[in-house]
Each structure stands twice: as structure tokens, then as C-alpha cells.
């Protein structure tokens, strides 16, 4: 990124030398992405993070149909990231209705449930890959598989989207292995700048662009690239691919001693999400009797940082969306602790955390709880 934050902060959309230097960094930037994800190029469309490619994604497809006259019906799960269920939510407003899909005890949706969701006026189809809180794994690729064969059968083509923000450096991300005509990433969640997001746009998807200006990003998205950015998320996620299958088999490791280990010495624990259907690096256990926000609070004195199953906002407190659609009590909510590990993550690390946490917890539980 360096070289792109000082000599060469040229606009890519110029045409001066140093702005050639720039788009041809751009160009480059895009052919590396969509070469790893297994698209073309100008199917790929750079953004400010996750969130905008989520809601261009949804936004821009809905749109789009709406105005061709294709319906306005959208298919989604429960325990999507909020990123998607208020993109949803905001379609409301405009005739949309949203089918939000049930999911298991483990948190997974079932594909053909998937199918039996589409009608003859459904315009989009959006399920996570890796579920950000619970981690787990849902089946994307069954689930497009079967949403095709429904539309198929009802002479129709109905676009899919997939959140993937939390899959690279931890699971395969292949757009066509999946069969989805939308991938949305965000650079940060795989050792990229904060601030840059991907999103995967197949051409064959109709779509509305969400920001108006000029003409970056082939019409799809306007303003002028963050090149520095943009050059560090395609090296990020290069990396992230090539260390791959060294950083699940570290973190899977590191996770399942934490599985393991924490109900060994401390008593009425619960882990959340599938059991072995569950991205590597995460971690997600209940603590009955407990505030999972007591717990952060108590860990980050200790330099170790989780994170809660709750959300927090102008003074009320709010379980986890997740685990309730999940079918779990509101004490499970209540107590949940996410710990996620990363391939930098060390044993004496892990050591600390489980030599730490029992004395943690007894010494809350000693304490009133006001759930």
C-alpha cells in the first residue's frame, strides 16, 4: 500500500501519468481478487467495507427487479448479520416482503426449506456463509443448488447472494464451487485495511447501483477508488488463500482445546453453534447464570479480548438475535461469550485464557445477576 499513500496518489480515473499508475495498480488489484474467488475481473466492484457491499448487493438486485417487474419477494434467514436483516428490513418499506427463514438448535438452514421459500415473485436469495457469532458453517452451495432447481421448474432466474465476510483464510471461497451471483467480503476480516469491501457481481445479475456520481467501478459504483486500499485488500486476501489450510488447521486446534477444556473446570457451560460444522477460529459458549457483558468486561481487565452475546445501545440491553432464532432460552443468550483465535494466536495464549476464566467465573457468580 505504501508506494499508493505517498508518490503514487494519483486518481485512477485521470489521465496524467501518475493516474495511470494508479489504475493500472486498480486493474491489477482486481484481476488478483477475481482470479482467487474464480470470476472475471469486471465482475468485481470495490467498496468501503461489508456493510456497503451487503447492502448493494440486496439493495441494488431488488431494486432492479422491482423496476423490470420481476416481483418483490426476497428470501433471507433469521440469524442473518445485521448488515443483511436491515437491508431487508429497509425493502419493507418499499412493498418488499422478506421470507426469514427458521434455522436448527446449531443454528443451520435447511436447503430444501431454502426451496420450498420461492415463489413465482422472488427476486433474490441471501444466506450467510459462516455465521458471525456462532460460527457456523451453513450449506451455501446445497442450498443455491436447490434454489436453482425450484426456479428452474417455475422458468425463472433467481440471483443469489452470499455473505462471506467471515470465510477467507478459513474456509474455500470459490463463487462458482458455492453457485452464487453475489459474494460479499470485507477486507479487514482478513488481515486487509479497514474501510475496503469486494463484492462479487456476476453480469448476468440485474442491477441497480446504489451511488450516483462518476463512472468507477464499469457504472456500479461511483467515487474515486481508495487505490491504497484496494492494492492491501487483493494482497490480504492472497495471502489469507495461500495460508489457508495452515491457519483452520491452527485455529481448529486452538478452538477445540478451548471447547474441550473450559467445561472440564468450570461447571454449567454450553457451547453454541454446530459442534463440528463451525468455522475454526470460533468459539462460542454460554455461561448459565451469567451476563456474557460481565464476563467481557472482567476478561479485558486481563489484557484478553472476546467478545458477548448481546448488543448494548443507548442504555438497554438486547440479547443476540442468533441465538434466539436458534431456539435457545434467554439465560443461554444472556451468558453467551464468542472467543475467536487467529493464526497469530499462541498456546501460552490459550493457556492464560483457561488458567484465568474458572476464577473469573466463580467469583461473578458469587455476585447478583439482574438478567
Known amino acids: 500500500?505504501?508506494?499508493?499513500?505517498?508518490?503514487?496518489?494519483?486518481?485512477?480515473?485521470?489521465?496524467?501519468?501518475?493516474?495511470?499508475?494508479?489504475?493500472?495498480?486498480?486493474?491489477?488489484?482486481?484481476?488478483?481478487?477475481?482470479?482467487?474467488?474464480?470470476?472475471?475481473?469486471?465482475?468485481?466492484?470495490?467498496?468501503?467495507?461489508?456493510?456497503?457491499?451487503?447492502?448493494?448487493?440486496?439493495?441494488?438486485?431488488?431494486?432492479?427487479?422491482?423496476?423490470?417487474?420481476?416481483?418483490?419477494?426476497?428470501?433471507?434467514?433469521?440469524v442473518e448479520h445485521h448488515a443483511v436483516l436491515h437491508s431487508c428490513e429497509y425493502l419493507e418499506k418499499f412493498g418488499f416482503e422478506i421470507t426469514y427463514l427458521d434455522v436448527d438448535g446449531h443454528g443451520l438452514v435447511d436447503p430444501e426449506a431454502v426451496a420450498a421459500a420461492v415463489r413465482t415473485d422472488t427476486v433474490l436469495v441471501s444466506l450467510m456463509l459462516a455465521n458471525n457469532e456462532v460460527g457456523t458453517v451453513e450449506p451455501v452451495a446445497a442450498s443455491s443448488e436447490a434454489v436453482r432447481a425450484r426456479a428452474?421448474?417455475?422458468?425463472?432466474?433467481?440471483?443469489?447472494?452470499?455473505?462471506?465476510?467471515?470465510?477467507?483464510?478459513?474456509?474455500?471461497?470459490?463463487?462458482?464451487?458455492?453457485?452464487?451471483?453475489?459474494?460479499?467480503?470485507?477486507?479487514?476480516?482478513?488481515?486487509?485495511?479497514?474501510?475496503?469491501?469486494?463484492?462479487?457481481?456476476?453480469?448476468?445479475?440485474?442491477?441497480?447501483?446504489?451511488?450516483?456520481?462518476g463512472g468507477q467501478e464499469r457504472q456500479r459504483r461511483a467515487g474515486t477508488e481508495n487505490v491504497a486500499g484496494i492494492v492491501g485488500t487483493a494482497a490480504a486476501l492472497s495471502l489469507a488463500f495461500a495460508h489457508q489450510?495452515?491457519?483452520?488447521?491452527?485455529?481448529?486446534?486452538?478452538?477445540?482445546?478451548?471447547?474441550?477444556?473450559?467445561?472440564?473446570?468450570?461447571?454449567?457451560?454450553?457451547?453454541?453453534?454446530?459442534p463440528t460444522q463451525r468455522l475454526p477460529n470460533n468459539v462460542n459458549l454460554s455461561f448459565l447464570g451469567l451476563e456474557g457483558d460481565a464476563l467481557v468486561e472482567a476478561l479485558d481487565e486481563q489484557g484478553i479480548a472476546v467478545g458477548s452475546g448481546s448488543a448494548c445501545g443507548s442504555g438497554s440491553w438486547e440479547?443476540?438475535?442468533?441465538?434466539?432464532?436458534?431456539?435457545?432460552?434467554?439465560?443461554?443468550?444472556?451468558?453467551?461469550?464468542?472467543?475467536?483465535?487467529?493464526?497469530?494466536?499462541?498456546?501460552?495464549?490459550?493457556?492464560?485464557?483457561?488458567?484465568?476464566?474458572?476464577?473469573?467465573?466463580?467469583?461473578?457468580?458469587q455476585q447478583p445477576v439482574a438478567v
Open 1 to 78: 500500500m505504501e508506494p499508493f499513500l505517498g508518490a503514487g496518489y494519483g486518481n485512477p480515473s485521470a489521465m496524467y501519468e501518475l493516474s495511470r499508475q494508479a489504475s493500472d495498480a486498480l486493474d491489477e488489484a482486481r484481476r488478483t481478487v477475481a482470479e482467487l474467488l474464480g470470476c472475471r475481473p469486471n465482475d468485481i466492484i470495490f467498496n468501503s467495507g461489508g456493510t456497503e457491499s451487503i447492502n448493494a448487493a440486496i439493495k441494488g438486485v431488488a431494486f432492479a427487479q422491482q423496476l423490470a417487474g420481476g416481483g418483490h419477494h426476497i428470501i433471507t434467514s433469521s
Open 152 to 213: 428452474r421448474a417455475l422458468g425463472k432466474v433467481i440471483p443469489f447472494h452470499c455473505d462471506a465476510v467471515q470465510a477467507p483464510g478459513y474456509l474455500p471461497v470459490n463463487v462458482g464451487a458455492l453457485g452464487v451471483d453475489l459474494l460479499s467480503l470485507s477486507a479487514h476480516k482478513f488481515g486487509g485495511p479497514k474501510g475496503v469491501g469486494v463484492l462479487y457481481l456476476d453480469r448476468s445479475a440485474p442491477y441497480l447501483p446504489l451511488m450516483s456520481g
Open 245 to 274: 489450510e495452515k491457519a483452520a488447521a491452527h485455529t481448529a486446534r486452538l478452538r477445540d482445546r478451548i471447547i474441550e477444556d473450559v467445561p472440564r473446570s468450570v461447571e454449567h457451560v454450553v457451547l453454541n453453534g454446530h
Open 319 to 365: 440479547p443476540s438475535h442468533v441465538l434466539l432464532a436458534m431456539g435457545l432460552s434467554l439465560e443461554r443468550a444472556a451468558g453467551a461469550l464468542r472467543i475467536t483465535v487467529a493464526d497469530e494466536t499462541t498456546d501460552a495464549e490459550i493457556d492464560r485464557l483457561l488458567s484465568v476464566l474458572p476464577g473469573i467465573v466463580a467469583n461473578l457468580r
